[in-house]
């Protein structure tokens, strides 16, 4: 499995694009790129997750470079509730363990 | 569906009590994982079952845990004897393909 490279904390203002970096530069070809959140107290969340084509849905967009070998996650208008640990995971799929890092801790201020 | 169940959300208990932690996965999900979280060691990967089979436990820490799956809607997390340092929160979650669906979490206090 590949490793991850993340900032360990980032703030945002309410209201503002929030951009989460991923390194991952010994990601293989079969391995997407997951993004999961836990928000304090909760069990983690399921974000988004891309290959090699840019993805966007309603919680957020993935954009990931040519090579793969790094990522940015975006929230386009950062709320107060979208303070949490942001969690850059690779992983071939097929129900294989997912290895978490620390992730980074974004902090969303009024 | 209500996603993933656990109980109970919090458990105290004395160093040398068993503890029994339980999960209800979502209807359909033929995995399950269960990882425990520290302060120290973030998020470990404990056990998983694919259609109800252990598949991977090496993350288990030591014989005094294990863990069962004797059918498709119920697993749980035994610890037994318990000690002060398998305090944590205790995470199911379930999938059917890729995406992992988490429950609550247990928090346990040994004491």
């Known amino acids: 499995d590949a490793k991850t490279t993340q900032p360990p904390s980032m703030d945002c203002a309410e209201g503002r694009a929030a951009n989460l970096p991923c390194n991952h530069s010994?990601?293989?070809?079969?391995?997407?790129v997951y993004w999961y959140r836990q928000i304090h107290s909760q069990g983690p969340q399921y974000i988004i997750h891309g290959l090699k084509n840019n993805e966007t849905n309603e919680m957020a967009s993935l954009i990931i470079t040519e090579d793969r070998k790094s990522s940015t996650l975006i929230l386009p208008h950062a709320t107060l509730r979208d303070t949490a640990v942001y969690y850059c995971?690779?992983?071939?799929?097929?129900?294989?363990?997912?290895?978490w890092g620390l992730g980074t801790s974004l902090a969303v201020n009024p | 569906d209500a996603g993933v169940i656990q109980s109970p959300r919090h458990e105290v208990t004395e160093m040398g009590q068993e503890v029994t932690l339980r999960c209800k996965p979502i209807?359909?999900?033929?995995?399950l994982f269960w990882y425990r979280q520290t302060m120290m060691r973030g998020l470990e990967l404990l056990i998983y079952f694919n259609n109800n089979v252990p598949i991977d436990d090496s993350g288990m820490p030591e014989d005094r845990f294990s863990a069962k799956m004797p059918n498709a809607s119920f697993s749980t997390l035994k610890i037994q004897p318990s000690e002060p340092r398998d305090s944590a929160v205790y995470f199911c979650?379930?999938?059917?393909?890729?995406?992992?669906?988490f429950g609550a979490g247990t928090r346990l206090s040994v004491l």
């Open positions: 209807s359909g999900h033929n995995s």
């Open positions: 010994t990601i293989s070809g079969n391995e997407y």
């Open positions: 979650a379930s999938s059917f393909g890729n995406i992992q669906y």
């Open positions: 995971i690779p992983n071939a799929g097929n129900n294989r363990k997912l290895i």
